[in-house]
């Protein structure tokens, strides 16, 4: 059985968010202990598994997600890195429709030039108090804190792009913040400093109680973000930036309860799994 590695939301390797993607062959899932134990061995932030559905059926596959710990609800540069294997390796170009658990039909449409856009629901939050001990975790006082019900995940705002960029997290205590608030990571945000530049805005993700210290480029994230700064600059079409030591651009445009994400892929590694499912 053959597994990949790609880099997802980027042009080049080594850039991005590096996942694994396993296409497994026609019949039943195999055991979640054998996905976690992959998981595991690859220790990428996610590994994608994707398993063909029979015809005719409302989805094309069935894809699930892995971190190094636990089984992941969503994940977007996995199911990005899913769409270029199959574009690459199977030539499936245009739309590809998954069947995921949580959240349904999640299609990705692919053209010529290697841009795959996610159409994923949107993630909309609401104001919270800034949670104790995170201001203290971050080693900066937050302007404002909203959370995101759906993913679990707490939207932070900073002052500014300098700001996001210079945050070097007290892992451990967002370990603690996260598991007693019972959220999936902690996202950091802020609009980009200036005009005139590729990107709206920058964020980070810190997920350190799943197995995420920080994650270099989340797609699931700017499900939360899109609708947030779409709704604060006026515009539906913008360009996000992960400010994360890799980097990744995340291309958003907000549909009502819909979310689009764009983005490209490299595959970086192509090996073959000797292990029984």
């Known amino acids: ?5 790609v880099d ?3 042009d080049r390797p080594f850039a991005g968010n590096p996942a694994a993607v396993c296409l497994l062959p026609a019949g039943e899932w195999p055991d979640d202990a054998w996905m976690r134990q992959i998981a595991a061995e690859m220790n990428h932030s996610e590994t994608a598994f994707a398993l063909p559905l029979p015809t005719p059926a409302e989805a094309d596959w069935s894809i699930r997600w892995f971190t190094p710990l636990v089984e992941s609800r969503l994940c977007g540069h996995a199911t990005l890195a899913t769409a ?3 574009r690459v390796e199977r030539g499936l170009l245009g739309t590809v429709r998954f069947m995921s658990r949580w959240h349904g039909v ?3 449409h692919a053209d010529e030039e290697g841009d795959i856009t996610l159409d994923f629901p949107a993630a909309p ?3 919270v108090p800034v949670p104790q001990g995170l201001s203290e975790a971050l080693g900066i006082a937050p302007a404002a804190t909203f959370r995101s019900e759906g993913l679990g995940d707490l939207l932070t705002i900073l002052p500014d792009e300098a700001s996001v960029r210079a945050v070097t997290p007290d892992l451990d205590a967002i370990a603690t913040l996260t598991n007693r608030e019972a959220l999936r990571g902690i996202i950091i945000t802020a609009a980009a400093d200036g005009t005139g530049l590729e ?3 920058v ?4 997920a350190p109680a799943r197995g995420i210290p920080e994650d270099p480029v989340t797609g699931s994230a700017h499900t939360v973000l899109a609708p947030y700064w779409s709704a604060r600059l006026g515009r539906n079409l913008l360009t996000g930036l992960q400010a994360s030591a890799r980097t990744g651009l995340v291309r958003t445009a907000v549909y009502g309860d819909r979310v689009h994400l764009t983005g490209q892929a490299v595959t970086v590694l ?3 799994l000797h292990t029984p499912r």
């Open 1 to 5: 059985m053959r597994i990949h590695v």
């Open 8 to 10: 997802a939301f980027t």
């Open 84 to 86: 270029h294997v199959l």
């Open 106 to 108: 999640l299609a990705t």
């Open 125 to 127: 939050s609401t104001k």
């Open 199 to 201: 990107h709206d805005f």
């Open 203 to 206: 964020s980070r993700f810190f």
């Open 270 to 272: 192509d090996g073959t």
